[in-house]
């Protein structure tokens, strides 16, 4: 069973350039998360999404940022027009269940490393 | 801000020696989680501990849970140098919904030989 899977695994962008990245949760998970790690910090938390819905991006910058998860294929990251400040460490998790199910793990994708020049 | 932080920053240590990395947050929570994670590399999920729990082990771990004083602290014992990595605690708050994970700061373990 394979786990989360990202891809690219690094990303070189010019200023200006739009960054898609992908993330195929584990076999079996409908739930997908996103966070963003920048050096030397913890994750944050940007959005949550199950198949064709966006439940909470409220992690999310409000312009430039939005994210996408389609009845079949991956979960897509989108940032367009990058800055320097979006270089960073781009994680994906997903998960079995979801709202008011209890507790179930999250499982973490090796991530996306985005680097804007 | 939600983050909790973790105390030291880093640590250093000797193979053979403990280690105790403390994590405080902010709010009510669900649960508390550890995770690791090596340089460059995605998270592994070490080992979960729920409010209405002190004390956890796994192998090597320990956790505990201090609700009262919002901390937990993990000590993994007699350290090796594969340990050398960064640990990360996460809470789930309550009343979100959902499992949103709230991570802290990390400390950064360097296990020498």
């Known amino acids: 069973n394979a786990g989360v899977m990202q891809n690219p695994r690094h990303l070189v962008r010019r200023r200006g350039q739009e960054a898609r990245l992908r993330c195929s949760p584990m076999?079996?998970?409908?739930?997908v998360y996103w966070y963003r790690q920048l050096p030397e910090e913890g994750l944050k938390f940007m959005v949550y999404l199950q198949k064709e819905n966006i439940i909470d991006e409220s992690g999310m910058p409000k312009e430039r940022f939005s994210a996408e998860f389609p009845k079949e294929g991956p979960s897509i990251l989108r940032i367009q027009q990058v800055v320097r400040g979006d270089s960073a460490a781009y994680f994906c998790?997903?998960?079995?269940?979801?709202?008011?199910?209890?507790?179930?793990?999250?499982?973490f994708g090796p991530g996306t490393r985005l680097t804007v020049t | 801000s939600q983050q909790g932080e973790e105390d030291p920053q880093a640590l250093s240590i000797q193979e053979g020696e403990n280690a105790t990395m403390n994590c405080s947050y902010k709010t009510s929570i669900n649960n508390l989680q550890w995770y690791r994670q090596n340089s460059g590399r995605g998270l592994v999920h070490l080992i979960l501990i729920r409010s209405n729990e002190r004390e956890k082990h796994s192998g090597r771990l320990r956790v505990t849970l201090d609700t009262s004083k919002k901390s937990s602290s993990l000590l993994i014992t007699a350290s090796r140098a594969a340990d050398t990595a960064s640990y990360f605690c996460?809470?789930?708050?309550?009343?979100?919904?959902?499992?949103?994970?709230?991570f802290g700061t990390g400390t950064r373990l360097l296990v020498s030989p």
């Open positions: 076999k079996g998970h409908s739930h």
């Open positions: 996460a809470t789930d708050a309550r009343n979100t919904g959902f499992q949103k994970l709230v």
């Open positions: 998790a997903s998960s079995p269940q979801g709202i008011g199910q209890g507790f179930y793990e999250q499982y």
